[in-house]
């Protein structure tokens, strides 16, 4: 497990957390929780699903944010729920039975959009494989920094993360942990963001007709993991970009390849 190169990723997410912005709206979801999102640009629409310990405006430090603009797409970012300036629930069946899919969802109708696409990151990859499942107004979806292990419901990964953020001592976790409390973040809401993390079978995933492309930094311990998961879907590809976990997504290359992989879409 790649947990050195995961607590750098946290690291670096925090120095970026306190962004600001002016154009942040609400909508009451499914369940009454409260979800900010943003929305900018005209054109066909792109949803940036973000990682854990993130939020929608950690995509405005990425190339990927501002090429899509320039391209003429109409860009969508949220704060999944438990997240920046959307509400975190203190109950753990408040992230239970895909809730978090079906916030986007609801955000999609609301907004009047008939047809998507679709890029996720890290955990906002295990979001947007539930999307492709749930949801057939998906048009295209990018799985970034994400292997085959949101595949298992037991995957020890997740487990563990849940685990060392309800207060366990799991040895090398430890700085995320005093990073998300140094940072004021909502422990108990990422726990249990964990705790009822989606899992998404590969015969599941072997049924998605949609084209889905999965992105990997060539320094991320789980390229091989994503490589495997390209082979899965009946549409799937995998591209390579330069960098670590952290720094793959910010990369021009990650950029150029979303955008080719969008524009065979048009």
């Not at 986007?104 to 609301?110: D, F, H, P, S």
């Not at 970034?144 to 949101?150: A, D, L, N, S």
Request: aromatic residues 10%; hydrophobic residues 35%; charged residues 25%.
């Amino acid at each position: 497990m790649r947990f050195f190169s995961l607590v750098l990723f946290f690291t670096v997410v925090f120095e970026n957390a306190g962004a600001q912005t002016d154009s942040v709206k609400y909508f009451s979801s499914f369940d009454g929780t409260r979800i900010a999102y943003q929305v900018k640009g005209k054109g066909e629409a792109v949803l940036l699903v973000h990682g854990f310990l993130n939020t929608g405006e950690n995509w405005k430090k990425s190339t990927l944010y501002s090429d899509l603009l320039s391209s003429g797409y109409r860009v969508i970012l949220l704060d999944q729920r438990g997240n920046g300036r959307s509400d975190k629930p203190h109950t753990p069946e408040a992230y239970a039975n895909d809730a978090e899919a079906k916030d986007i969802i609801g955000l999609m109708k609301k907004l009047g959009i008939k047809k998507y696409n679709v890029v996720g990151y890290s955990r906002g990859s295990i979001i947007t494989a539930r999307l492709l499942v749930l949801d057939n107004h998906v048009k295209r979806a990018v799985l970034g920094g994400i292997g085959t292990g949101f595949t298992d419901p037991e995957w020890p990964r997740r487990k563990m993360f849940y685990r060392a953020l309800m207060g366990d001592s799991v040895p090398e976790l430890e700085q995320m942990v005093k990073n998300v409390k140094a940072n004021g973040l909502d422990q108990l809401s990422l726990a249990y963001q964990q705790k009822e993390q989606p899992s998404t079978s590969k015969e599941q995933l072997a049924k998605v007709k949609q084209p889905v492309l999965m992105l990997c930094g060539d320094q991320d311990s789980d390229q091989q993991q994503a490589r495997e998961l390209a082979t899965i879907f009946k549409n799937g590809s995998f591209g390579a970009t330069p960098g670590d976990h952290g720094g793959a997504v910010r990369t021009k290359e990650f950029s150029q390849q979303v955008l080719a992989f969008l524009a065979k879409g048009k």
